[in-house]
């Protein structure tokens, strides 16, 4: 499965975002930890030379590779030159930070030992070119640990905005067994885990807000062009009600896998 990005857009939305991204994601937040208990669990005492944080957004978990890893060098890589700016400017001045596109990545082959990426890879084009990139760039032994999301994601967004119009209002993610069977041989798959969260909101725009502030609107080819007519975006909420829940608040719910690789 291939998905159409622009990722022009994909790093001009999330640059824009970067001084609100912090104040609006709880979601990452829970994930990347979630996933950073993962690395711990691999005892990755072995892979301490050279570590990436792939998607690094505003660095706020390259520190803490930092802090858990120590590593002797740790590269915060990011296609959103706006967040790599604003990552410079709060963390520690000896990361190096590389503004790229994880599907091309410009490090050299065998050279990574540990690869962190959380909440990133969901906006790559094709998991093939992507698996091929980490493959490549990681050392023999040398381990990945991916989070993304699954189709089911924001199920009640996409389901609100179904009954409006056929327009793409929501990013659509890969299944984990189209992601998985990409992977090459000698790329092993060491850990896989899925989970569902919801993050529970009293009003829909909080929803919507959280989701402007973090840079994470719409980037499939597919969407809406034109103005979203005021009488759709009735509509859609009046259509999101559906899922209110008996405590009163609207949820959104998000498929996450995490993935450990390990490179035979
Ligand atoms: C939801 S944020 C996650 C940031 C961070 N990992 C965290 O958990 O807080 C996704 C990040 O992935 C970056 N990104 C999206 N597509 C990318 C690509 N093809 N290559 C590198 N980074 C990408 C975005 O710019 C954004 O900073």
């Known amino acids: 499965m291939q998905l159409q990005i622009d990722k022009n857009r994909v790093a001009s939305s999330f640059s824009k975002a970067a001084a609100t991204y912090d104040g609006s994601s709880l979601l990452q937040r829970d994930v990347g930890e979630e996933l950073l208990r993962i690395v711990s669990d691999q005892n990755t005492n072995n892979a301490r030379g050279s570590v990436v944080d792939l998607g690094c957004g505003t660095g706020f978990f390259t520190a803490k590779l930092e802090a858990e890893l120590k590593p002797k060098q740790l590269i915060g890589l990011?296609?959103?030159?706006?967040?790599?700016?604003?990552?410079?400017?709060?963390?520690?001045?000896?990361?190096?930070?590389?503004?790229?596109?994880?599907?091309?990545?410009?490090?050299?082959?065998?050279?990574?030992?540990?690869?962190?990426?959380?909440?990133?890879?969901?906006?790559?084009?094709?998991?093939?070119?992507?698996?091929?990139?980490?493959?490549?760039?990681?050392t023999a032994g040398g381990l990945a640990f991916l989070s993304t999301l699954g189709p089911e994601s924001l199920f009640e967004l996409r389901g609100s905005w179904s009954l409006v119009d056929q327009q793409v209002h929501v990013n659509r993610f890969i299944g984990l067994?189209?992601?998985?069977?990409?992977?090459?041989?000698?790329?092993?798959?060491?850990?896989?885990?899925?989970?569902?969260?919801?993050?529970?909101?009293?009003?829909?725009?909080?929803?919507?807000?959280?989701?402007?502030?973090?840079?994470?609107?719409?980037?499939?080819?597919g969407e809406s062009k034109g103005l979203t007519g005021r009488l759709k975006v009735k509509q859609f909420k009046a259509n999101y009600e559906q899922y209110r829940k008996s405590n009163g608040k609207l949820p959104a719910t998000y498929e996450v896998y995490y993935l450990a690789l390990k490179k035979l």
């Not at 490090?107 to 690869?115: E, G, P």
């Not at 998985?180 to 725009?205: A, F, G, M, W």
Request: one cysteine or more; glycine letters at 2%.
């Open 78 to 138: 990011d296609i959103a030159q706006g967040m790599l700016e604003y990552a410079k400017s709060l963390k520690a001045p000896h990361y190096q930070w590389l503004c790229a596109d994880a599907e091309a990545l410009p490090l050299a082959q065998n050279s990574v030992d540990l690869l962190y990426s959380s909440l990133a890879i969901q906006w790559c084009e094709t998991p093939k070119a992507l698996f091929y990139e980490i493959e490549r760039v990681l």
């Open 177 to 221: 067994d189209d992601l998985i069977k990409h992977l090459p041989s000698n790329l092993e798959l060491v850990v896989t885990k899925q989970q569902k969260r919801e993050i529970e909101y009293d009003k829909l725009n909080e929803l919507t807000s959280d989701l402007k502030n973090i840079g994470a609107h719409n980037m499939n080819a």
